[in-house]
């Protein structure tokens, strides 16, 4: 028999394999599907609220954070401590930052970090035996402190917010301990880690350096730190430090100044 001849039956087969395909990806976003116009319109409630930094959003873009918010909610492991209680409204209070941060991702999952514990406030870590208000450890725990949180949110520019701290330090260590992450980060980061580093020699000699002392302590924390500046004072950042404002635009994909 002629070969050519069954040719037709394999491209029926490849059609049908990618109408599967299709099919599944749309099945894993059946939820989001069936939202309806009133929980769509009770999370942009929510959310307009809240969040200074959703406000600030094009209409799209909220449509996107909502979605995003509530799949996320969903997707992460969400757990109280010393009894505090979480809700369905804690839950999208708590992924508000991740959202935030990677909104200009299109992969915006950081599949590692999928727990987060709070507590009501302070809380005393083990190893170190001091007071806290939130911390990720490599395991993919992030830990946070409600009320040092809302706080966060609640004052939009005074350059200080738990939530974008604690998932800036998440996603530093997503693109460099793994690949699972969206693509091409890698050389932004090297970049903004080499201008870092120059700023941290300056902020050890200078009081009056733009950052916050504690962003002297290492390249861990001057990466979050750049991260809480970037989103609660963009057009003084942008002023203050042109060329890594630049970059961080460039690795989140966002510019708000
Ligand atoms: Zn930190």
Redesign the pocket.
Known sequence: MHSDTNIYPIIALVFLALFIIAKLGLLRNLDVMFLSREKKWTLKKFFGKHFHYYNQLSEKDRSKFIIRAYKLAKYIKIEGRQEFIVTDAVKLFVVAAHVQLTLGFDQYILPKFRTILIYPDAYKNKMTGKMHY???NPRGVIVLSWKKLVKGHKIPDDKINLGL??I??ALMHTIIHSNDHEIGLDPYLRDIVRLSRKEMEKIKNDDLHFFRK?AG?NI??FF??TVEYFFEVPSEFKTELPILYQYMVKLLKQDLA
Request: proline share 0%; aromatic share 16%.
């Open positions: 939130g911390e990720i701290h604690e800036a330090h504690y302590t861990y924390e979050a730190i």
